[in-house]
């Protein structure tokens, strides 16, 4: 009968314990094994709450020191040759030195996971020699086997994915590659079927993006080819994020289960599903749960979509599970006291997320009066939401369904403006400046933390962050940067502390999710209309701007960015989320123009990654994520500069929606693949302000000047030095104070050298 599956479940702990431990033990305070002890509680733990949820196939080999990415490359052996490598098992030293850097290399690059909020650790392939050095899915299930008696559904990334989401090897080299690789994913797979492994998970989401023919003719090679080496081995290859566009040729697969998205992606997956059909011989694997977002399920309709698909796949053969790994989702929703109890009550966490699958699971079996008081229940929650007063802003909603008459557009050309900020700025060649944040100490997280539970007045936490601030300021002049930031040090998150201050935002208390590596974040829950309340930044910009002779930016995040970056509602399109954020950042952007601010940065680092998988979906997503931005920056004087920020990801992707935002200086974080970048730009030219990170703020490393100023030669020669800044990769909130004054004092140094180099050709 029908089966109950989870695809993934939160590393972190319920109460980031796995974030602790990682930092206790690279700060030296946890020997290495307390430390793999500690984590062995917190994978254990998440794997009795999903058997207590009643799951059926619950996954292991999901857990992960940093990464999922870099466990496979470090499983076959595929460690950068800078990292002083001798082969077999890869030392944690090694492992944390590809994901972090160290004195002597380095880290790798590190990404977005699709269109997600998470970022994973690029493997390099160029000179790397693969191996297998550990059968890590193996390890998994014998853990939970021997441990908890669960015998365990092993997860793995798919070989093709795993590929395409590689660096290191020019296209037409991806079969080379595959031959190379294959022989350790059939190593895996035979060994996974010699030890009784019933069924693994191999995650392929890089199906549900668009591929072309001849990738689906590798990609069926590569599982025939396992399919042959361990027949006995059940594989229910896993798509998420979106439909599959070869949705019969994916079918055809020799697997004994496909897992496919009916969230993200479901038109088009039910229409093939009911147009095709499905084989006989195979289970599905129904994505019904949204694993990305944390509102509750409407498990009415949920339950007419597994009606809908048992016309085609009996219920016997169908497997209710997410529509990818919890991964990207909070915990639980338990420690949520201190949020409107309607509001908790529409939200579901991974927890609550395993019980919508058990309590659908449990209606299909039984019939939905077995399970009425719960639906009911469900029901009811998601109603009293829809009905609140904060969903339903008249004010907010006109002002979004009035859009042509708000400008979207700067009064004059970026040339026009360029000699008015010129004029006024006095700028030298090749300006310096920071992304925004400064190192936030622990006696900046202990302030914060003293004020928010009360036992500091608002008095006095004005007065250290003040504090914080006057010294910053003078740190910025002794080093001789040109362009200031305040620091950032009453802010905790980029998003969160917007959210916090504007109508139509809620805060968990206990809501994190991982970023990457131990950075976790909380992020803001969009659950009604956004509204501006009163001035968020001017108070400290302008307090700033007092202590200084050069000029202060404005420090906002962009519209898209807090779209992307929150859990936002789901009873309308995401785009009239975006314009009623814009609308209320437009009102923050003339309040600190109107206080003397003149240098505005409106970040939007997470603009790529809103990018739909499928490319004929990009061109209306970045219409309207352009024009979000403008609605947010345009009605400023031409002597105000508006900066951006952003992540770098395939920029020559984006290239014309960059162009379109219109900012008058925008920098983009490239140290870690400041080539490829580069590369970029000689096919695309640039016209604006443009800032390339000089070095990488995810490291703890202190980039030399030689270092920094090869960057700045690479890349002055495809852009106009007359427009180019120099800036760090990103915010330097989660830097030290001591590696970040020897950094920017290297860079600044840096900049010296460059100036002489090229101020004759300006």
């Known amino acids: 009968m029908i089966k109950s599956g989870n695809l993934g479940y939160p590393r972190i702990g319920k109460n980031?314990?796995?974030?602790?431990?990682?930092?206790?033990?690279?700060?030296?305070?946890?020997?290495?094994?307390?430390?793999?002890?500690?984590?062995?509680?917190?994978?254990?733990?998440?794997?009795?709450?999903?058997?207590?949820?009643g799951i059926d196939r619950i996954p292991v080999g999901d857990f992960t020191l940093y990464d999922h990415m870099l466990d496979t490359a470090v499983m076959f052996g595929l460690v950068p040759k800078r990292f002083d490598y001798k082969g077999g098992a890869v030392p944690l030293s090694v492992y944390y030195a590809m994901a972090r850097g160290d004195r002597e290399a380095t880290a790798?690059?590190?990404?977005?996971?699709?269109?997600?909020?998470?970022?994973?650790?690029?493997?390099?392939?160029?000179?790397?020699?693969?191996?297998?050095?550990?059968?890590?899915?193996?390890?998994?299930?014998?853990?939970?086997?021997?441990?908890?008696?669960?015998?365990?559904?092993?997860?793995?990334?798919?070989?093709?994915?795993?590929?395409?989401?590689?660096?290191?090897?020019?296209?037409?080299?991806?079969?080379?590659?595959?031959?190379?690789?294959?022989?350790?994913?059939?190593?895996?797979?035979?060994?996974?079927?010699?030890?009784?492994?019933?069924?693994?998970?191999?995650?392929?989401?890089?199906?549900?993006?668009?591929?072309?023919?001849?990738?689906?003719?590798?990609?069926?090679?590569?599982?025939?080819a396992l399919a042959q080496a361990a027949p006995r081995l059940k594989v229910m290859l896993q798509t998420y994020f979106e439909a599959v566009d070869h949705y019969e040729a994916v079918i055809s697969l020799p697997v004994r289960g496909i897992g496919l998205d009916f969230v993200h992606g479901s038109e088009q997956n039910l229409r093939s599903l009911t147009t095709f059909g499905f084989p006989e011989d195979k289970v599905l694997g129904a994505g019904v749960i949204d694993g990305r977002n944390i509102w509750r399920a409407d498990l009415d309709a949920k339950l007419e979509l597994l009606a809908q698909l048992s016309a085609v796949v009996p219920y016997e053969r169908m497997i209710v599970q997410p529509s990818c790994s919890l991964l990207h989702v909070p915990v639980t929703t338990e420690p949520e006291n201190k949020l409107d109890p309607v509001l908790k009550a529409a939200l579901a966490f991974a927890d609550e997320k395993l019980d919508e699958l058990a309590l659908l699971v449990k209606a299909v079996k039984e019939g939905k009066a077995a399970v009425a008081e719960e639906l009911t229940a469900s029901r009811e929650a998601r109603e009293a939401l829809q009905q609140s007063p904060l969903r339903n802003r008249p004010s907010v909603q006109e002002a979004v369904a009035r859009l042509d008459a708000h400008p979207s557009r700067r009064a004059s050309s970026f040339e026009t403006r360029r000699k008015v900020q010129q004029q006024r700025w006095q700028l030298p060649l090749l300006p310096t400046t920071t992304i925004g944040s400064f190192p936030q100490t622990p006696e900046v997280r202990q302030a914060r933390l003293k004020w928010r539970k009360g036992e500091w007045s608002n008095e006095q936490y004005e007065t250290f962050i003040r504090?914080?601030?006057?010294?910053?300021?003078?740190?910025?002049?002794?080093?001789?940067?040109?362009?200031?930031?305040?620091?950032?040090?009453?802010?905790?998150?980029?998003?969160?502390?917007?959210?916090?201050?504007?109508?139509?935002?809620?805060?968990?208390s206990n809501g994190w999710v991982q970023s990457y590596g131990s950075r976790c974040v909380k992020p803001p829950v969009i659950y009604g209309d956004v509204a501006f309340v009163k001035p968020m930044t001017v108070a400290e910009t302008v307090y700033a701007q007092s202590l200084a002779n050069k000029p202060v930016k404005g420090m906002l995040t962009g519209p898209i960015t807090i779209l992307n970056w929150s859990f936002v509602?789901?009873?309308?399109?995401?785009?009239?989320?975006?314009?009623?954020?814009?609308?209320?950042?437009?009102?923050?952007?003339?309040?600190?123009?109107?206080?003397?601010?003149?240098m505005i940065q409106v970040d939007e680092p997470a603009l790529r990654e809103g990018l739909p998988l499928k490319r004929d979906k990009w061109a209306d997503y970045l219409d309207w994520a352009?024009?979000?931005?403008?609605?947010?920056?345009?009605?400023?004087?031409?002597?105000?500069?508006?900066?951006?920020?952003?992540?770098?990801?395939?920029?020559?992707d984006i290239i014309d929606a960059i162009r379109a935002l219109?900012?008058?200086?925008?920098?983009?974080?490239?140290?870690?693949?400041?080539?490829?970048?580069?590369?970029?730009?000689?096919?695309?030219?640039?016209?604006?302000?443009?800032?390339?990170g000089v070095y990488d703020i995810h490291s703890p490393r202190v980039p030399s000047v030689e270092e920094m100023v090869a960057m700045i030669d690479r890349a002055l020669r495809v852009l106009d030095p007359a427009l180019f800044w120099i800036n760090p990769d990103c915010g330097l909130k989660t830097r030290k104070q001591e590696e970040t004054v020897a950094s920017l004092r290297n860079m600044v140094e840096a900049t010296k050298i460059a100036r002489e180099k090229y101020a004759v050709k300006c």
């Open 108 to 224: 790798c690059e590190m990404t977005k996971w699709f269109n997600t909020n998470y970022h994973y650790i690029v493997p390099e392939l160029a000179d790397a020699a693969p191996a297998l050095t550990e059968n890590r899915p193996l390890s998994a299930y014998r853990e939970a086997k021997a441990k908890l008696g669960i015998a365990g559904k092993p997860v793995m990334v798919g070989l093709y994915t795993f590929l395409k989401l590689s660096k290191g090897y020019e296209p037409e080299q991806i079969g080379g590659w595959i031959d190379r690789l294959l022989p350790l994913y059939v190593q895996v797979f035979k060994e996974l079927e010699a030890e009784g492994v019933e069924w693994v998970q191999v995650d392929e989401p890089i199906l549900a993006t668009s591929l072309t023919e001849e990738d689906m003719k590798r990609v069926s090679a590569v599982y025939e």
């Open 662 to 692: 219109d900012a008058d200086v925008i920098s983009i974080e490239t140290s870690r693949s400041h080539g490829e970048l580069i590369e970029s730009f000689e096919n695309n030219t640039y016209d604006k302000g443009i800032g390339l």
């Open 16 to 53: 980031r314990e796995w974030k602790k431990a990682l930092e206790a033990f690279w700060s030296g305070k946890l020997d290495e094994k307390s430390f793999l002890e500690q984590l062995a509680e917190i994978r254990l733990d998440g794997l009795k709450r999903q058997r207590e949820k």
């Open 626 to 652: 352009v024009r979000a931005f403008r609605l947010s920056t345009s009605t400023v004087k031409d002597e105000t500069q508006i900066h951006t920020h952003m992540c770098y990801s395939e920029f020559h």
């Open 467 to 508: 504090e914080q601030i006057k010294t910053w300021i003078e740190l910025q002049e002794e080093l001789g940067l040109d362009v200031f930031v305040h620091g950032e040090f009453e802010r905790t998150d980029m998003v969160e502390f917007f959210g916090e201050k504007l109508d139509g935002f809620a805060f968990t």
């Open 569 to 598: 509602r789901d009873d309308m399109p995401r785009e009239q989320v975006a314009y009623q954020i814009a609308l209320a950042l437009r009102s923050e952007v003339e309040a600190l123009e109107a206080a003397g601010i003149g």
